[in-house]
């Protein structure tokens, strides 16, 4: 049996290892199923075993650094996170009682999977030349899904997606001209806000270099993925591009990147059809009735007795949407629902032919809009109405509320919204830290920037997606803020300020 000291330098030098292949291998590889759950169409895959294998392997490297860790306010603020989640399942096990027990269970567990990889990103970085290293790897991954989302656009390549039951089988599907490109994840949005992630990213690392030709390549790996970008037509995420980025060059002081980035971005999107219908049905479709659809949501807030004096000013009925498993007066079911929807036929015409793309567009974006406002936003909101304090638990909700925060509040009630928030809030200091330092290494005073801008936009993206949701989204984002949380901690270690 191998001594403690050496048993944890194995230990550390795997955490190393394993943190190279986690951030190659969860955006490259396809979501193919490995185990089936009952009750729901979301299966196990290859990517939780590795990352399962990663967590064990680490162990003796975890419990050695473990006060190093635990010194960290984000780690605090995690570990809090992690304790309310446990504190809603056994509410939601015991007495709200909405939810399928082996459901919660995973839901729970997942999580605390995800923010694993924060704390083996923060040990792998043992040296400068770690974080260099693994900044490179992601750059090589970035460019390699770009590539091979070009091959699924005009190549036909496959397309492994987790939007329906059917294809989170595993089913390899070509997509026709009406499909947005998913690149190796499991949908286009999962792809967008993957994006808005790592654009920051290339551009500050663009910014603090000085070698010419590397800034030329960085450029043109930002117009990739700008492109890239474009082809998800994710509306959502390319406003929280256009917010992330201006956020950068003003933290930065760049201000005069500003105009030109943000102009070029902008013309750019005038020439993606996919995009710019889906924007102008937004404006035809959503913007005179998207006050209506707010009234409605934020009326389901107030107590009954407002409820009807406000849908007496109503000029018209709305259409009713019910949950299968669930009652109309929205009584406490005694069972999990199962979250299929039902809509009311509503009477139209008979289309004589096949529909344009504009038309297409339009039918999408209403359809979106009518089940976030009509639906998803009710039904979360219902639930923390039920229990405000700690939610009616993971997986009560089903699997879809375009909302991560709503999403928060009626699964773990408010204190799991405020401890999900503290872990953004808790980056705070940090940023504030190394951007006012006028002594801070220059680098690092970048990819501050760069990671500020990154969880901006996932923050912006939260409003109407379930950014922390997608497995590959969440992976790779607490991975790279381990990363760089650990070389800020080598950075004051080596010039005393620890």
């Known amino acids: 049996m191998l001594k403690l000291s050496k048993l944890t330098k194995l230990s550390a030098s795997l955490t190393v290892i394993f943190c190279f292949v986690l951030l190659v291998f969860i955006p490259l590889y396809p979501k193919l199923p490995a185990i089936e759950v009952p009750q729901t169409h979301v299966r196990i895959r290859l990517e939780d075993f590795v990352v399962f294998l990663a967590f064990l392997t680490s162990l003796p490297f975890l419990y050695q650094e473990r006060k190093k860790i635990f010194k960290q306010p984000i780690s605090q603020a995690i570990i809090i996170y992690w304790l309310v989640g446990l504190a809603s399942t056994i509410s939601a096990l015991f007495i709200t009682r909405l939810i399928w027990p082996h459901l919660a269970l995973l839901h729970f567990l997942r999580r605390i999977e995800y ?19 693994f900044l490179i790897v992601l750059l090589a991954i970035t460019s390699l899904i770009f590539l091979y989302a070009l091959g699924q656009k005009f190549f036909s390549l496959p397309a492994i997606m987790t939007m329906d039951e059917e294809f989170s089988k595993g089913t390899m599907i070509e997509l026709d001209v009406w499909t947005r490109v998913s690149a190796t994840f499991a949908g286009h949005y999962d792809l967008a806000i993957f994006m808005t992630i790592v654009i920051p990213l290339i551009l500050s690392t663009a910014l603090a270099i000085k070698n010419k030709s590397k800034k030329v390549v960085l450029l043109l790996l930002f117009v990739a993925c700008y492109y890239l970008l474009i082809l998800t037509a994710s509306r959502v995420s390319f406003i929280a591009y256009l917010v992330s980025l201006s956020f950068l060059f003003i933290i930065l002081n760049k201000k005069w990147w500003l105009p ?17 219908q889906r924007f102008s049905a937004t404006i035809k479709i959503e913007g005179p009735r998207v006050v209506q659809k707010m009234n409605r949501t934020i009326q389901s807030l107030l107590p009954e ?32 629902t199962t979250g299929k929807i039902t809509p009311r036929p509503t009477p139209g015409p008979t289309p004589t032919s ?15 809009g009518d089940i976030r406002f009509g639906v998803e936003w009710p039904r979360a909101i219902r639930h923390f109405k039920k229990s405000p304090l700690l939610g009616t638990g993971y997986s009560s909700i089903t699997l879809a509320t375009d909302n991560g925060y709503l999403r928060a509040l009626g699964e773990t009630g408010f204190l799991g919204f405020l401890s999900l928030l503290t872990i953004f809030l808790a980056q705070i200091p940090l940023y504030q830290s190394l951007l006012k330092k006028t002594k801070t290494n220059p680098q690092i005073r970048f990819f501050a920037a760069a990671m500020a801008s990154g969880t901006l936009a996932i923050l912006t993206s939260m409003l109407f997606i379930d950014a922390l949701e997608s497995s590959k989204v969440a992976f790779t984002f607490c991975l790279i803020l381990g990363l760089f949380v650990g070389r800020v901690n080598l950075e004051k270690k080596e010039t005393g300020h620890e």
């Open 260 to 276: 030109p980035i943000i102009a070029l971005s902008l013309l750019g999107s005038f020439f993606s059809e996919d995009i710019n």
């Open 115 to 133: 923010m694993v990889l924060f704390f083996l990103g923060f040990l792998a970085i043992r040296n400068k030349k770690d974080f260099k290293v």
């Open 305 to 336: 007795r407002e409820e009807k004096k406000i849908a007496q000013i109503s000029p018209t009925p709305t259409p009713v949407i019910v949950e299968e498993g669930e009652e109309i007066k929205e009584e406490v079911s005694s069972g999990p």
């Open 354 to 368: 096949e529909p344009s793309q504009q038309e297409m567009a339009e039918i999408g974006v209403e359809r979106s």
